[in-house]
């Protein structure tokens, strides 16, 4: 009945002696005619006013509803793997020794825990030393008492190792090569080695957040190796929303 | 001409025939009855699935003149692929994805169990010859145009499989949690990371949070061996498909093999 109703109509246009083609096509430009309803569109049992038709209500209906389904586990589950990025993560002192440990003409290294309950892999080694005034030109501020360099190379992640008689940091992958500020000397490491946030408590030293550096040791907001910060490097590899450097340093 | 054969003992005698079985034919034997039993089981099968049409598609394509060894470069590939699904399945059995434990258990399953270092050997060498050989498979579907009309989408189907590939390779490396491994992945995610602007975000989602941490062992472990072999599985499905579909080419330096009264026709 269906099908029968639709034929007859369009047999209806063809009644011009024109080809049934062209005159289709005028007659679709003189007058695009908008079936409004269902009763217009001549769908059988079409109730009067009705805009949609009820079987195209349920298909919508099943599709909306095994969509929000979908999305019911999916959204949670991805949201789950995402999660650690946006983690805030609150920033720990640790206790490295007494003050008196550590002089200002060479590097003294300690053992710090960068991530809790997994071993060894969660343990960096960082070396530390006073504020040199001869050497060092940054702003002193409560945090900068005593300089903690990372270990972490600039360059992709791997260990350094500092080298006393030579004064430099020396990375052993890649050849990268830092002076005794930690500023890089040669080699492919894209800016100077990363930092501790330092302060004393009690005569006691204590070692904080990491931030990262520009080649004027300017402080940031910790970056992954690999990252420059300067020129636009800070904007090209923004810092993550969930670690930023202490406020005002 | 007398019969000077020895008469067969009676229980090797044959038994004379049944009134019902007389009719021409032998009774079926042994091996007959067997044959039928497997063939009706496969027919019990096939009537409600209708799997016989596709088996004989995929399995009885024709091939072009030309076929030779390079062509084999494909299921070698899978072949690798399956022994890495096998031996990665059985390995996972005795592996331990934690970071204090994971060290622990590789060298357990490797020096204590039976067979074990065959096994992670199987799958650790494995996994390069399986890399060898899919570029050795893009390599044979590069020079003899393989790529072209109408097998492009499978073109970029392989391509993505190749991805995949080197993704298992990054995953699985970090695995056995010794030296070697957690440093080259250190490196590898800050290389990862150098993409500007979304690098830093791929770093965290990769280790879980902005250091090596807890889990970061346990998400390796997880896209090594589900969300990667997943989407491999998958994509070699279609991969399969479309060679089924669209069949193989001929090597390029074959000239078309068309009949003499065609060719009058001047094609």
């Given at each position: 009945?269906?099908?029968?109703t639709?034929?007859?109509?369009?047999?209806?246009?063809?009644?011009?002696?024109?080809?049934?083609?062209?005159?289709?096509?005028?007659?679709?430009?003189?007058?695009?005619?908008?079936?409004?309803?269902?009763?217009?569109?001549?769908?059988?049992?079409?109730?009067?006013?009705?805009?949609?038709?009820?079987?195209?209500?349920?298909?919508?209906?099943?599709?909306?509803?095994?969509?929000?389904?979908?999305?019911?586990?999916?959204?949670?589950?991805?949201?789950?793997?995402?999660?650690?990025?946006f983690?805030?993560?609150?920033?720990?002192?640790?206790?490295?020794?007494?003050?008196?440990?550590?002089?200002?003409?060479?590097?003294v290294?300690?053992?710090?825990?960068?991530?809790?309950?997994?071993?060894?892999?969660?343990?960096?080694?960082?070396?530390?030393?006073?504020?040199?005034?001869?050497?060092d030109?940054?702003?002193?501020?409560?945090?900068?008492?005593?300089?903690?360099?990372?270990?972490?190379?600039?360059?992709?992640?791997?260990?350094?190792?500092?080298?006393?008689?030579?004064?430099?940091?020396?990375?052993?992958?890649?050849?990268?090569?830092?002076?005794?500020?930690?500023?890089?000397?040669?080699?492919?490491?894209?800016r100077?080695?990363?930092?501790?946030?330092?302060?004393?408590?009690?005569?006691?030293?204590?070692?904080?957040?990491?931030?990262?550096?520009?080649s004027?040791?300017?402080?940031?907001?910790?970056r992954?190796?690999?990252?420059?910060?300067?020129?636009?490097?800070?904007?090209?590899y923004?810092?993550?929303?969930?670690?930023?450097k202490?406020?005002?340093? | 001409?007398?019969?000077l054969?020895p008469?067969?003992?009676?229980?090797?005698?044959p038994?004379?025939?049944?009134?019902?079985?007389?009719?021409?034919?032998?009774?079926?034997?042994?091996?007959?009855?067997?044959?039928?039993?497997?063939?009706?089981?496969?027919?019990?099968?096939?009537?409600?699935?209708?799997?016989?049409?596709?088996?004989?598609?995929?399995?009885?394509?024709?091939?072009?003149?030309?076929?030779?060894?390079f062509?084999?470069?494909?299921?070698a590939?899978?072949?690798?692929?399956?022994?890495?699904?096998?031996?990665?399945?059985?390995?996972?059995?005795?592996?331990?994805?934690?970071?204090?434990?994971?060290y622990?258990?590789?060298?357990?399953?490797?020096?204590?169990?039976?067979?074990?270092?065959?096994?992670?050997?199987?799958?650790?060498w494995?996994?390069?010859?399986?890399?060898?050989?899919?570029?050795?498979?893009?390599?044979?579907?590069?020079?003899?145009?393989?790529?072209?009309?109408?097998?492009?989408?499978?073109?970029?189907?392989?391509?993505?499989?190749?991805?995949?590939?080197?993704?298992?390779?990054?995953?699985?490396?970090?695995?056995?949690?010794?030296?070697?491994?957690?440093?080259?992945?250190?490196v590898?995610?800050?290389?990862?990371?150098?993409?500007?602007?979304?690098?830093?975000?791929?770093?965290?989602?990769l280790?879980?949070?902005?250091?090596?941490?807890?889990?970061?062992?346990?998400?390796?472990?997880?896209?090594?061996?589900?969300?990667?072999?997943?989407?491999m599985?998958?994509?070699?499905?279609?991969?399969?498909?479309?060679?089924?579909?669209?069949?193989?080419?001929?090597?390029?330096?074959?000239?078309?093999?068309?009949?003499?009264?065609?060719?009058?026709?001047?094609?």
């Amino acid at each position: 009945m269906f099908a029968t109703t639709r034929t007859a109509a369009r047999l209806a246009h063809r009644k011009s002696p024109r080809d049934a083609r062209f005159h289709f096509v005028a007659r679709e430009r003189k007058q695009p005619k908008k079936k409004l309803t269902t009763e217009e569109a001549q769908i059988p049992g079409a109730f009067e006013g009705e805009t949609v038709s009820r079987r195209r209500f349920m298909t919508g209906t099943a599709h909306a509803a095994s969509g929000i389904a979908v999305a019911a586990f999916t959204l949670p589950a991805v949201g789950f793997a995402v999660a650690p990025v946006f983690d805030k993560q609150e920033p720990r002192w640790e206790t490295v020794g007494p003050v008196g440990d550590f002089p200002d003409d060479t590097y003294v290294p300690r053992t710090l825990t960068l991530v809790r309950g997994i071993g060894d892999v969660g343990k960096s080694t960082v070396y530390i030393r006073k504020y040199n005034t001869d050497l060092d030109d940054e702003e002193r501020d409560e945090y900068n008492e005593f300089i903690a360099i990372s270990t972490r190379c600039m360059h992709l992640g791997c260990p350094v190792r500092f080298v006393a008689a030579s004064e430099r940091f020396i990375c052993p992958c890649h050849g990268g090569v830092y002076d005794f500020q930690g500023k890089v000397d040669g080699g492919p490491p894209v800016r100077p080695l990363d930092r501790f946030y330092t302060r004393i408590r009690n005569g006691n030293l204590e070692v904080g957040p990491r931030f990262s550096v520009n080649s004027e040791l300017k402080r940031f907001s910790p970056r992954d190796p690999g990252m420059p910060l300067d020129g636009i490097g800070q904007y090209l590899y923004p810092a993550r929303p969930s670690v930023r450097k202490l406020p005002n340093t | 001409m007398a019969n000077l054969k020895p008469p067969l003992p009676r229980a090797l005698r044959p038994k004379p025939k049944g009134p019902s079985e007389d009719n021409g034919k032998a009774k079926p034997g042994r091996k007959e009855k067997l044959a039928q039993k497997g063939i009706s089981t496969i027919d019990w099968i096939d009537e409600r699935t209708a799997l016989s049409g596709g088996a004989r598609w995929v399995m009885f394509r024709k091939i072009p003149r030309g076929t030779n060894w390079f062509y084999t470069l494909g299921s070698a590939s899978l072949f690798a692929f399956l022994s890495q699904a096998v031996t990665g399945v059985i390995l996972a059995m005795y592996y331990d994805p934690s970071a204090t434990r994971a060290y622990e258990s590789v060298r357990y399953l490797t020096n204590e169990v039976f067979l074990g270092e065959f096994v992670r050997g199987m799958h650790k060498w494995g996994s390069t010859v399986m890399v060898i050989l899919v570029f050795l498979h893009m390599g044979r579907t590069f020079f003899y145009g393989a790529y072209k009309y109408p097998r492009e989408l499978n073109w970029v189907i392989g391509v993505v499989l190749l991805i995949l590939t080197l993704f298992m390779s990054f995953t699985g490396y970090l695995l056995p949690f010794d030296q070697r491994s957690f440093w080259a992945t250190t490196v590898g995610v800050a290389i990862n990371g150098t993409g500007p602007l979304v690098g830093p975000y791929l770093n965290d989602f990769l280790r879980a949070g902005p250091e090596f941490g807890v889990t970061t062992l346990a998400r390796f472990y997880a896209l090594h061996m589900l969300v990667l072999p997943g989407a491999m599985a998958a994509m070699i499905g279609a991969h399969l498909y479309l060679v089924a579909r669209l069949g193989t080419t001929a090597p390029p330096w074959l000239k078309a093999d068309i009949p003499a009264d065609s060719r009058k026709d001047g094609t």
